[in-house]
C-alpha cells in the first residue's frame, strides 16, 4: 500500500475503497434497478468497488497493479458512456456519445496492443478525463432542455455532478497542472491519492441520485 505519511488520511483513503457500497446499497433498497440508467450505476459500483480494492491491494506488484488500473479506467469509462447515454433523450446526442465512447475504446485498446497493458498511460487518462466531461456536458445540456422540474431534484443532476467535478477535477489537478504547466509526470502516488479522493465524492454524488429519485 502506498503511503501518504499521515496515518490518519491513509485510513481515510483506504475507507474510500468501501464507499460505493453506499450508492449500491441505496439502488437495491430501493429497487431502482429496474432503470436501465440505474441498472448500469449499480454494475459501475459493483465492479469500481472490485477493481478499486484489488488494485489497493496490489500496490506491491507495481506490473499487477498498473495492468489492473488500465483495466479499470476503460471499463469505468465504457460504463459511465453508456450510463450517460442512457438518461439522454435527444437522439442527436447519443449518436455523439457512441461515437466519442466507440473512438477512444479503439485508441485504448490499440496503444496497450502496442505498449502492453502494464504501461502507465497518462495521456490517455488525461484524454479520457477530458471525453467523459464532454459527455457529461452533453448530458447536462439534455438534462436542461428536458427537466421540467427543479434541477436539484433531479437525480441526473447529480449523477452529471459527479462525472463532471470528479474527472474534470482529476485532470485538472492531476494531469493539466503536473504534465502541462510543469511538463513533470504523474507519480503512482498523486494518482493514487486523486483517484481515492474522487471516489468518495462520485459515491457521494450517486447515493443522493439514487435518493432524490422519484419513479414515475
Not at 448500469?40 to 496490489?58: K, P
Amino acid at each position: 500500500m502506498y503511503s501518504t505519511g499521515s496515518s490518519s488520511f491513509n485510513a481515510f483513503l483506504h475507507i474510500a475503497v468501501y464507499s460505493p457500497v453506499i450508492p449500491l446499497f441505496i439502488i437495491i433498497f430501493r429497487q431502482l434497478f429496474v432503470n436501465q440508467t440505474f441498472n448500469l450505476l449499480m454494475i459501475y459500483c459493483l465492479l469500481s468497488l472490485f477493481f478499486t480494492m484489488f488494485a489497493d491491494l496490489s500496490t506491491n506488484n507495481p506490473i499487477l497493479n498498473q495492468t489492473v488500473t488500465n483495466i479499470q479506467f476503460l471499463v469505468e469509462f465504457i460504463l459511465l458512456s453508456l450510463l450517460m447515454r442512457s438518461a439522454i433523450v435527444d437522439h442527436t446526442i447519443q449518436q455523439i456519445i457512441n461515437v466519442i465512447t466507440t473512438l477512444f475504446i479503439g485508441i485504448v485498446i490499440t496503444y496497450s496492443l502496442m505498449k502492453g497493458m502494464d504501461t502507465n498511460l497518462p495521456l490517455l487518462y488525461g484524454f479520457g478525463n477530458v471525453l467523459l466531461v464532454m459527455n457529461a456536458v452533453l448530458l447536462a445540456i439534455d438534462v436542461v432542455r428536458s427537466e421540467k422540474k427543479s434541477l436539484i431534484s433531479s437525480y441526473l443532476f447529480w449523477i452529471v455532478a459527479a462525472i463532471f467535478f470528479c474527472y474534470g477535477c482529476i485532470f485538472l489537478l492531476a494531469f493539466g497542472w503536473k504534465f502541462i504547466f510543469t511538463r513533470n509526470n504523474i507519480t503512482a502516488l498523486e494518482i493514487w491519492q486523486f483517484g481515492f479522493l474522487a471516489l468518495i465524492l462520485k459515491s457521494a454524488f450517486f447515493s443522493v441520485g439514487a435518493i432524490v429519485y422519484k419513479r414515475a
